[in-house]
């Protein structure tokens, strides 16, 4: 049987771990992998108890995903994380002549750098084949967020970095197509770059069955239970701040409540409530207008069933074209139409060509107000509406359909065996 090592800098408590890691893991185990797991957990002696360490690698064994995890470190930022590399790279090296593992799967750049360097020190003519998941601009991604100098030093250092990743690499993940055109061209056509070497589009994709009961009662019981009867539910779903517009988000909120006196703003978050809180309240708001909460994965899929439409801002920088918001098919598997910005990723394609929504051209009152226009015609036909939302979330986002068997396709191509 095959053997995989995901290697994975994020803590495997993180939202985006238990959303969308472990989920795809499991898909690629059903094409007879073997999977094994490296996380990074800060501060594990204090976060977590031998028990529920113990308990965890079961549960993850159990299901065929053999999980370990080594200690993240913070501070300084930069030495930290060279030195986790160098950590994670010695550990890929010793389970590859210990497992024999056939597929180093590193998410983004800096577990990249362990697999490459791993493979340095493996002194075997078969090594492990490196699958960059390159997922997102990452040395962009810190320029448009303002933490690096567009052509300092860092920044030039993590692209030269970059270059020799791709250059070592086996095989590509990104997760739109408008990243594909950028990297590799000529993929579009043949599936693979110009060196051969495979490359599969997987966006953020959702495991369907945590959505499984959304319909219309759930809706009715939702919108009952929030006191929402006779309300126009908009609801902004993710994070508050840096690439997501706050400030933009809450004058669309604004510019729905003076055009609809009925309309019931709905944030769920795991960011500081006061950053939008504090504006809602500016603009008119009253508390009884509004909720703002922090809520768990599973609670998601209910919540979202109450509202009507929904809004997906983000910085339309040259990063964010890589871009592929999980919102976004969460949004449509509960059959709400997207109101979002272009230039993120390929949102305005599959919104434009599915008819699910409204791409706004600018952020003034003038594209807000004609956005809400667009919606309402869209609304009147509500059950229609919702059917293709559906139908577009499970064309393009089907944790099986789409991420499971490209990954699939994806690893058998790498290893030339049929899965």
């Known amino acids: 049987m095959p053997k995989a090592l995901y290697l994975c800098y994020f803590s495997l408590r993180e939202p985006l771990v238990q959303t969308q890691v472990l989920p795809y893991l499991r898909e690629i185990k059903k094409g007879g992998i073997e999977i094994f797991l490296l996380t990074f957990e800060p501060n594990p002696q204090k976060n977590w108890t031998k028990e529920q360490l113990e308990a965890e690698k079961r549960k993850l064994a159990d299901e065929g995903i053999y999980w370990d995890f080594l200690t993240y470190h913070k501070k300084p930022s930069v030495p930290a994380t060279l030195f986790d590399i160098l950590c994670g ?8 002549r210990k497992q024999k593992i056939d597929i180093f799967h590193a998410r983004v750049h800096v577990p990249a750098m362990m697999g490459a360097l791993a493979r340095l020190f493996i002194l075997d003519k078969k090594k492990p084949k490196l699958l960059f998941d390159i997922r997102g601009f990452f040395p962009e991604e810190y320029v448009d967020a303002g933490i690096w100098k567009e052509n300092g030093l860092i920044y030039k ?12 690499s086996d095989g590509f993940v990104v997760l739109t197509e408008r990243a594909r055109e950028i990297l590799f061209p000529e993929s579009k056509e043949t599936g693979y770059d110009i060196k051969g070497r495979p490359v599969e589009v997987i966006p953020c994709c959702v495991d369907f ?53 009925n309309v019931f703003a709905m944030v769920l978050t795991q960011s500081n409530p006061e950053k939008i809180k504090k504006l809602l309240l500016e603009k008119g708001f009253k508390e009884e207008d509004f909720l703002i909460r922090k809520v768990s994965v599973n609670e998601i899929p209910s919540y979202l069933s109450a509202c009507d439409v929904a809004i997906s801002f983000i910085k339309p920088c040259y990063s964010k074209q890589a871009s592929s918001p999980t919102k976004n098919a969460e949004y449509l598997i509960c059959g709400l139409p997207i109101v979002s910005n272009d230039g993120i990723g390929d949102t305005s394609l599959f919104i434009n060509e599915d008819k ?10 003038e594209s807000y107000e004609e956005v809400l226009r667009k919606i309402e015609e869209m609304l009147k036909e509500r059950d229609e509406l919702s059917r293709r939302c559906v139908e577009s979330a499970k064309k393009r986002f089907d944790l099986e359909k789409v991420g499971g068997e490209r990954y699939r396709r994806l690893y058998a191509r790498l290893l030339n065996i049929t899965i």
């Open 89 to 96: 790279a010695f550990y890929a090296w010793r389970l590859a």
């Open 157 to 168: 250092s993590a692209k030269k970095v970059e270059r020799w990743l791709i250059k070592q």
């Open 356 to 365: 699910t929504g409204v791409i706004m051209k600018d952020f003034s009152k």
């Open 209 to 261: 069955n945590r959505f499984s009961s959304v319909d219309e009662n759930l809706r009715q019981k939702m919108r009952q239970k929030l006191n929402l009867q006779n309300r126009f539910v908009i609801v902004y779903a993710g994070a508050l701040g840096g690439w997501y517009m706050t400030e933009e988000t809450a004058r669309f909120f604004e510019t729905a409540k003076q055009r609809y006196p």
